[in-house]
Structure formats: C-alpha cells, structure tokens
T-cell receptor, first 113, second 115 residues
Framework: DVKVTQSSRYLVKRTGEKVFLECVQD?????MFWYRQDPGLGLRLIYF???????EKGDIPEGYSVSREKKERFSLILESASTNQTSMYLC????????????FGQGTRLTVV | AQTVTQSQPEMSVQEAETVTLSCTYD???????LFWYKQPPSRQMILVIR??????QNATENRFSVNFQKAAKSFSLKISDSQLGDAAMYFC????????????FGQGTRLTINP
C-alpha cells in the first residue's frame, strides 16, 4: 500500500516561530503537493513539486516556502508563523501518469498562538 | 486561473435514496482529468471516482457515477442507494496536465445520511 506520512498530527507553535511540516511518501511518486484545508474554503494549494528540487507556487504561497531535496520528502516551511496560518495542512503525492489518484497523508492540525 | 466550484456546502439524504452533488470548473485547457474524493471524519482522503476529459462516457464505480458535461464544464456525482458509511466531506478536483501537473480542489460538500 502507498503510504504518505506527515510528521505530526497536531502541532502548536508560537507567533513568529519558524515551522517545518514534513511529508514523506514511499512509492517513488514524482508529484507532491501541500494544501491547507479551512472550513468553507476546501483545499487550497500552497505549493507543489514535480521533481527533486523543482517547485511551483500554488494559489496561496504567501508566507510559505518548500523544500524537496529528496524525491520522497517534501517539506513545507512557515518562515514566521502567524495566527492566520492556523489550519489543517494536507500533503499528497501522485505519479505523473495522468489518470492516477493522489494519495494523502493524515493531515497536520497546526495551531499558532 | 483554473477554479473548481462546489455550490452546495451541505447536503443530506435518507438512507437508501439517491443524492447528486454538483461541481463546476473553469479552465481554458482542453485536456484534463476530474476526480471526486471523499474525506470521512477520520480525515483520510479517499478517491471515489475519476473521469478523463477526452472520454464522453460517464465513469461509474458501483453505486457512484458521474454526469460529465464538458461544454458546460460540469461534473456532478451521483450516489445511489446511500449508506451510512457514505457520510463525509466530498471534494471535486481537477488535474491540469499542461506543464507541471497541478491538482486543484473545490470547497467541498458535507454529506449527511439520515437513517
């Protein structure tokens, strides 16, 4: 079975802290995605990556950055956490074969206080 | 920009009946893929059904089927014989395949099944 693992299920951080959210997949997927999920807004794409060291901005990249040094790992970085970044963060991975599904991690509920 | 719109924040249906969730999207691309995902209370996203835009035939998966209207940019999900286990958030998603592949989701519809 494909497994996408996010490093934490729940996280509490202080305003101004640098926060790292880690995502690891075990199926050699090329594509990886980071979303935030907020009630009424659905899943909004923050960043995505289609290869090692390659990244593309999604629809809401402000305040975030990403790193993909190895194919299996895609990190989301909040440079200086703010309270409006309190949210559920979901990571997903997918092969580039076009009709394949994306596999998701369990999500990280981040609270910034 | 490509967008996906789900206009029904919440829906409810009686057990064993049929319900349709709506989804519209906006794109200038001609080749793309569409998906419906389900997110139960456990938070684990699960693929329900997928549709290739170049195929005219609507996809079906057991009790789940879609009504894909390419000209209208509409992609609705029909759930037949609803079961209690179908209760979840349902998300419509759109995969852009030109250049870097980008997977865009709608706002979601919360489906409640009444026993």
């Amino acid at each position: 079975d494909v497994k996408v693992t996010q490093s934490s299920r729940y996280l509490v951080k202080r305003t101004g802290e640098k926060v790292f959210l880690e995502c690891v997949q075990d199926m050699d997927h090329e594509n990886m995605f980071w979303y935030r999920q907020d009630p009424g807004l659905g899943l909004r794409l923050i960043y995505f990556s289609y290869d090692v060291k390659m990244k593309e901005k999604g629809d809401i990249p402000e305040g975030y950055s990403v790193s993909r040094e190895k194919k299996e790992r895609f990190s989301l970085i909040l440079e200086s956490a703010s309270t409006n970044q309190t949210s559920m963060y979901l990571c997903a991975s997918q092969w580039t074969a076009l009709n394949t599904e994306a596999f998701f991690g369990q999500g990280t509920r981040l609270t910034v206080v | 920009a490509q967008t996906v719109t789900q206009s029904q924040p919440e829906m409810s249906v009686q057990e064993a009946e049929t319900v349709t969730l709506s989804c519209t999207y906006d794109t200038s691309e001609s080749d793309y893929y569409l998906f419906w995902y389900k997110q139960p209370p456990s938070r684990q996203m699960i693929l329900v059904i997928r549709q290739e835009a170049y195929k005219q035939q609507n996809a079906t998966e057991n009790r789940f089927s879609v009504n894909f209207q390419k000209a209208a940019k509409s992609f609705s999900l029909k759930i037949s014989d609803s079961q209690l286990g179908d209760a979840a958030m349902y998300f419509c998603a759109f995969l852009i395949i030109q250049g870097a592949q980008k997977l865009v989701f709608g706002q979601g519809t919360r489906l409640t099944i009444n026993p």
